[in-house]
């Protein structure tokens, strides 16, 4: 049940082609975790050029989309101006389902007061070599597998792949590619976690990091995966949670420390606070993960509150499976009750 309702989420989140020309409406405007900048404020401030920003997007035209864009960026810069606000960031998600193309945005703001969200690692200086191509290898790669699904032609069964993170597989092109990066791994791993630590490209260190996931030893890669938690670019985060997901579904003999990962409920990116959710669901049933979780159940009563359907329905699914309780969801005073008696150690 609870794989299918995170497929069912992954989902709303595509856009199948019959919908492709289809015009989304702007359905709601989030703040995540902000008194500096209430969420009845952004809606006042900028409901309007949000509303903008979806009539560009809806044209469908190379320029309009430019536009779109360079909108969302200056009411970026006006949220960041708000007293009070360290860092904002405005995220845009289109979900569709067969009767509706919703449009979502979401302020995902750091206040001052709360300045210690955005302590991560600094972000690295150095300008690596790809290592024998791998890098670009792995580009090639996704975009061939997204290429492969867009025309229906990737196989539906989820594939034997050699690493411990499975994105694509199937056909003769895939496979090579996985021999690849099983080789690069093992005969290039000094100088992939040399770009995983070092390099300034943030996108460089996501795909080191999914190359480094076909190690043959499983607490290599989940080591590797809770040191790129801290990383100060929400790519690589996420990169990390994401393989950590493939290993908790399917190597349940690898053990995960969630300490680096309970954090990352509170993220200063909704698609990361998503991918945390989604690792942490399957985790939930396991007794000992599960009281592990209740320090976070407040972060998930908070993150209920999101009207973004996958914020919303993972946070939901997740603190109803760490506290037993079947309350409605929008009872948000029963769930903060029992948020805090969880997070003090004592849920009933």
């Known amino acids: 049940m609870v794989r299918g309702l995170i497929l069912v989420i992954a989902m709303l989140c595509v856009a199948p082609s019959a919908f492709a020309q289809s015009s989304a409406t702007l359905r709601a405007i989030d703040v995540y975790r902000s008194s500096a900048l209430p969420a009845g404020d952004a809606r006042k401030r900028f409901g309007a050029e949000l509303r903008e920003i979806a009539a560009l997007r809806n044209s469908r035209r190379p320029s309009a989309d430019k536009q779109a864009e360079a909108l969302r960026r200056r009411v970026e810069l006006k949220a960041a101006r708000t007293p009070g606000v360290a860092s904002v960031e405005v995220h845009l998600s289109e979900y569709y389902t067969s009767v509706d193309h919703a449009l979502y945005a979401v302020f995902d703001v750091v206040d001052a007061a709360d300045s210690f969200r955005l302590s991560f690692t600094p972000t690295p200086k150095a300008r690596i070599p790809d290592p024998d191509g791998l890098l670009a290898a792995w580009k090639s790669f996704v975009d061939l597998g997204e290429m492969l699904s867009r025309r229906g032609q990737m196989p539906v069964e989820r594939p034997v792949c050699p690493g411990f993170y499975c994105l694509w597989g199937g056909t003769p092109e895939l496979d090579a590619a996985h021999k690849r990066f099983v080789d690069g791994a093992e005969n290039r791993g000094t100088e992939l976690r040399r770009v995983l630590s070092a390099d300034a490209d943030g996108g460089k260190r996501a795909a080191a990091l999914f190359v480094l996931s076909y190690q043959s030893a499983g607490e290599k890669v989940t080591r590797l995966c809770r040191e790129a938690l801290s990383d100060h670019d929400a790519r690589v985060r996420g990169a990390a949670l994401q393989i950590l997901a493939d290993i908790v579904n399917n190597h349940k003999d690898v053990e995960i420390n969630l300490d680096a990962v309970l954090p990352r409920l509170d993220d200063p990116a909704a698609g990361v606070r998503g991918k945390a959710m989604g690792l942490l669901v399957p985790l939930a049933e396991k007794p000992a993960y599960r009281k592990k979780m209740f320090s976070a159940a407040p972060r998930l009563a908070v993150l209920m509150r999101v009207e973004q359907p996958e914020s919303r329905d993972l946070s939901f699914t997740l ?13 948000f005073a029963a769930w903060d ?5 969880a997070a003090a150690g004592k849920p009933d």
């Open 319 to 331: 603190l109803g499976l760490i506290s037993g309780k079947n309350w409605d969801r929008l009872d």
């Open 337 to 341: 009750a029992w948020a805090a008696k």
